[in-house]
């Protein structure tokens, strides 16, 4: 079946460090792929995507690459700020507009 | 900002008893979901929408029942309500219009707690 797998949390930073999330995936035929991020008390806001193989999707100083080989759509930011502390959620559709989460990875930065 | 508005915002009721939560929204956008999110468990999806009348089931649909009698308004329902239930739930929704896969957006979520 279709699953996306992340990587616990929290991950703790401080500012301006290099944040990595990772997120795997198992899908049948060819997902688009997805990051949203939540802030406390709020819902989920969509923060980038890819639709195909190779695709970067890039957002607010976020980046992730759709890599096939590797069934891999990790997040990258190169400088974290304390405003960026939320909880991360990578997804793939599934057909038919539907999407599958992953758990969630909460991200605290700290001063 | 998508025009999403989830009702009540927070509720605490009893077990066994009956609970509705509605969504509303003003984009007229074709596909509605619902979805609780649950530690450990991250979003799951209840029952989504695809038309006014048309409803299919998500992967965690027992206890939960939804219609849609207008594009703009989602009803989901807990017919007698559990303990297991007690979750945050959120209403998206999806333009499903034009080629590929278009993103949800995402109401402010219901706190729902069953005592």
């Known amino acids: 079946g279709n699953s996306v797998t992340q990587m616990e949390g929290p991950v703790t930073l401080s500012e301006e460090a290099f944040l990595t999330i990772n997120c795997t995936y198992t899908?049948?035929?060819?997902?688009?792929l997805f990051w949203y991020v939540q802030y406390p008390g709020e819902g989920l806001q969509l923060l980038l995507k890819a639709t195909k193989a190779d695709d970067k999707g890039s957002n607010k100083g976020f980046e992730a690459t759709y890599r096939k080989e590797t069934t891999s759509f990790h997040l990258e930011k190169g400088s974290v700020q304390v405003s960026d502390s939320a909880v991360y959620f990578c997804?793939?559709?599934?057909?038919?507009?539907?999407?599958?989460f992953g758990t969630g990875t909460r991200l605290l930065v700290s001063p | 900002d998508a025009g999403i508005t989830q009702s009540p915002r927070h509720k605490v009721t009893e077990t066994g008893t009956p609970v509705t939560l509605r969504c509303h929204q003003t984009e007229n956008h074709r596909y509605m979901y619902w979805y609780r999110q649950d530690p450990g468990h991250g979003l799951r999806l209840i029952h989504y929408s695809y038309g006014v009348k048309d409803t299919d089931k998500g992967e965690v649909s027992d206890g939960y029942s939804v219609s849609r009698s207008k594009t703009e308004d989602f009803l989901l329902t807990l017919e007698s309500a559990t303990s297991s239930q007690t979750s945050v739930y959120f209403c998206?929704?999806?333009?499903?219009?034009?080629?590929?896969?278009?993103?949800?957006?995402f109401g402010d979520g219901t706190r729902l707690s069953i005592l």
């Open positions: 998206a929704i999806s333009e499903g219009t034009g080629t590929g896969v278009q993103p949800q957006h």
């Open positions: 997804a793939l559709n599934t057909g038919f507009q539907k999407l599958v």
């Open positions: 899908a049948t035929g060819y997902p688009s």
